[in-house]
């Protein structure tokens, strides 16, 4: 077998340098016709193939150097000239159609002109591209001009407009190569988004088994083949047999590398696919390259079994037309269905997205009714996580299942998350495939979530041998080996562990409702918080107003608009004259938070307003109640009293009485400016951590003139800031506003301490014992 320039010195060919192949410059052609190489603009001879004379009856090394009219003449030079300088693709026009002399005797050659350009590989080359001209011997009716060509493949063109299937296209043109180019098999190969071929249609001789419906892997055409394909679409080898005819020199002059083949029609090809075709007995074989978008998405191939085959170029290019149209053909199919299904698509989401603004509907049941998620991504189920409710359509998934998935997601990176083949990537899940075998899913904010689940598709692929055992001939030796594959038999192999997989639209699809979804979702989560607001504002009631006390009560929300908390005051007179003042604060933020808060402040209410109990007795109350009632919550709370007999109203002095459940320390400045955090009680456990937990009263009594402060912590706690610190300043603040009113007091000490907004809420209550009032 012959070897080519991309292998080391004594390196042998075998089944995994194919994949590293330089096949664009193999420094050889086929020897069903000639290269050579011109210098532009002096039209000399720069390098050719050894078999030159051949074709052109001069031998290689005589012609190097040389005029090109001094190797194939003056006219036939002189039609390749012309042919080069016109404007226009220089492809285009071919071939250029020649008569050689040979010896006396006229010879009918085809010319096939391309430029290799020069560009980018050195600043002092003396021309930018160089001229590679390749002559055929010509066969068939000549001129065979384009008014023949269309003649040729008029009657399949008018087939293929009225095909109504994709099956119809494949065979239509299956059957027109075949008869256009003589050959014994023509197939049409549709790749999958791996690059596995498999064979659509196929036109043959009766006595040939069938390929048609066999698969081939994507390692059968390794990826720098594809790319080749993709850039000279026609590709030719009339006898697999062939011994490579040579370019001398190796290195193109101009350049000093090889010469890049990429587009002559000569090129010599892998001996190792020559082995491959050899295996199944092809003689020669022909493949025209399927385009979609540029990209490679199909073959035709031809096969020819009785001994080598050569049609003309000019039936080549034909055959070419027929799998360009072919080609457009398809795209215009596939995209005319692509349009009609994202249509449906894009008016199903219109739909969802104006009603999932619509907030008077639950979020979950929008998503799953009809029209819903299931149409747009078609699956067997869908499970949704929305604003607290979940719920699913398609094939029931039971709740731990769904659990193990939603886990899973949540674990992953990315706005849009998917799979076919979630027992191969997630086994650790131990979903059943049968059950669940392809996700998509898309994550939203705080655990919320969307899942499409599609059940495994176990089907059969009938490959054309097995395509495992590329590793078996590797592994026991090139003395059996049969390249690539052992047999060329149907072989049926079962796949499992796989799911339909998600198209490309779909996933786009999927995240632009992620977006959708996720305005939704803070339009409502706004009107939610908006109403918690509302409620909580109206539960954070204007204090009495009797004679001997003066209040100021201030509750700022935090700088997030949409953020709602579980901050709340309140002061209310009972039935024996006391005052009493409350500051709380509902771990949490969100509007479960709000409600808890809602339902502790009314609760606190009933419980103390004709109560005897003192702080601590009320505080012991509420924290049972929490429990019985099953609030599920935890807040922090300070419940104070002002209390007076009529001998301390005569002496203008007023005690305060308070309990302190994990809140923070009242600060008290007296009637001469002395300022004290009333930090030396110590505060008793949280409510709704043990309900058992004793509570403590404590006392203090103060003059006229002072004032108490009661505060949340989104006064005094910062990011970059312990409490400690933030109360030294509040007590700090005060001790220079002592004289000034109370509203004034609440109203600067906010302003000071939480100048740009508070990053959590802020509730205050300020109250001064008057110091006007007689006895």
């Not at 099956?167 to 790749?191: K, P, W």
């Not at 908006?530 to 204090?543: D, G, K, M, V």
Request: charged share 25%.
């Amino acid at each position: 077998m012959q070897s080519g320039p991309w292998l080391a010195p004594g390196e042998t060919v075998d089944l995994t340098n194919c994949e590293r192949e330089p096949i664009h410059v193999p420094g050889s052609i086929q020897p069903r016709g000639v290269l050579l190489a011109v210098s532009e603009p002096d039209m000399v001879v720069r390098q050719v193939s050894r078999n030159l004379a051949d074709v052109v009856g001069v031998a290689w090394d005589d012609a190097l150097g040389r005029p090109l009219a001094e190797v194939v003449g003056i006219a036939p030079a002189d039609a390749i000239a012309r042919s080069a300088s016109a404007f226009g693709d220089l492809r285009e026009r071919n071939p250029v159609e020649l008569i050689l002399d040979c010896d006396g005797t006229p010879c009918p050659v085809d010319a096939i002109l391309h430029r290799v350009s020069h560009a980018g590989i050195s600043a002092d080359l003396p021309s930018a591209s160089t001229l590679v001209v390749e002559l055929e011997p010509a066969y068939g009716p000549r001129p065979f001009s384009f008014p023949n060509t269309y003649q040729a493949v008029r009657g399949t063109i008018t087939d293929l407009n009225r095909a109504s299937s994709l099956q119809e296209l494949y065979d239509i043109t299956a059957t027109a190569v075949r008869t256009l180019t003589g050959f014994d098999r023509v197939m049409v190969y549709r790749y999958d988004a791996d690059y596995n071929g498999e064979v659509v249609a196929e036109a043959k001789l009766p006595e040939l088994n069938s390929f048609l419906g066999l698969h081939y892997p994507a390692s059968d055409i390794p990826a720098q083949a594809r790319a080749l394909y993709e850039k000279n679409w026609v590709r030719l080898i009339n006898d697999v047999t062939y011994t490579p005819s040579r370019l001398e020199p190796v290195d193109l002059p101009a350049t000093g590398q090889p010469l890049d083949l990429t587009y002559s029609t000569l090129r010599s090809v892998s001996p190792i696919h020559c082995e491959y075709l050899q295996n199944m007995g092809v003689a020669a074989s022909m493949s025209i390259s399927l385009l979609r978008d540029d990209k490679l998405w199909g073959l035709i191939a031809c096969h020819h079994y009785t001994g080598p085959h050569a049609p003309p170029y000019a039936t080549r290019a034909a055959a070419e037309f027929l799998g360009s149209t072919l080609s457009l053909r398809l795209v215009d199919r596939t995209e005319d269905e692509e349009h009609r299904r994202a249509l449906r698509v894009r008016s199903t989401m219109a739909w969802l997205t104006a009603a999932a603004l619509d907030e008077e509907r639950p979020l979950t049941e929008t998503m799953l009714g009809r029209p819903g998620l299931l149409d747009v991504v078609p699956a067997d189920s869908v499970v949704v996580h929305l604003q607290g409710s979940t719920g699913g359509a398609g094939i029931p998934l039971a709740p731990e299942v769904t659990a193990a998935l939603a886990a899973w997601v949540a674990d992953q990176d990315g706005d849009v998350v998917s799979t076919d083949r979630l027992p191969l990537v997630a086994p650790q899940l131990d979903v059943p495939g049968g059950l669940v075998c392809g996700v998509l899913a898309l994550p939203l904010a705080e655990g919320q979530y969307v899942i499409w689940t599609r059940t495994e598709q176990v089907h059969s692929v009938d490959w054309g041998g097995d395509p495992h055992n590329k590793a078996i001939a590797e592994r026991e030796g090139d003395g059996i080996r049969l390249s690539p594959r052992k047999s060329f038999d149907r072989w049926r192999e079962t796949v499992r562990n796989r799911a339909e997989a998600w198209a490309p639209a779909e996933l786009a699809e999927a995240g632009e409702l992620r977006a959708d979804l996720l305005e939704a979702l803070y339009a409502r989560s706004r009107r939610v918080a908006r109403t918690a607001i509302t409620l909580q504002r109206s539960l954070l009631s204007e204090p009495p107003d009797p004679d001997h006390l003066d209040f100021a009560v201030r509750y700022v929300p935090a700088a997030q608009d949409a953020q709602v908390g579980g901050d709340w005051y309140d002061v209310f007179q009972q039935p024996d004259g006391a005052t009493v003042l409350v500051i709380g604060d509902v771990v949490g933020h969100d509007t479960e938070a709000a409600a808890c808060m809602g339902q502790l402040r009314g609760l606190l209410r009933g419980i103390t307003y004709d109560s005897a109990d003192s702080p601590a007795g009320v505080l012991t109350r509420l924290d049972r109640a929490i429990t019985g009632l099953e609030l599920k919550t935890m807040a922090s709370v300070l419940v104070a009293r002002l209390e007076q007999t009529p001998d301390e109203v005569a002496q203008g002095v007023t005690r305060l009485r308070w309990s302190n459940a994990g809140h923070l320390p009242p600060v008290v400045a007296d009637a001469d400016g002395d300022v004290q955090v009333l930090d030396g009680a110590r505060a008793d456990l949280l409510l709704g951590v043990e309900p058992s937990a004793p509570r403590r009263d404590h006392v203090v009594t103060l003059s006229r003139g002072a004032t108490v402060l009661l505060y949340t912590d989104g006064l005094v706690e910062r990011r970059d800031q312990l409490f400690d610190a933030g109360v030294d300043q509040l007590r700090e603040e005060l001790r220079t506003l002592w004289q000034s009113p109370v509203a004034e007091i609440a109203d600067q000490l906010l302003a000071r301490m939480v100048p740009d907004r508070a990053e959590d809420d802020v509730a205050l209550v300020a109250v001064r014992l008057n110091p006007q009032l007689e006895a």
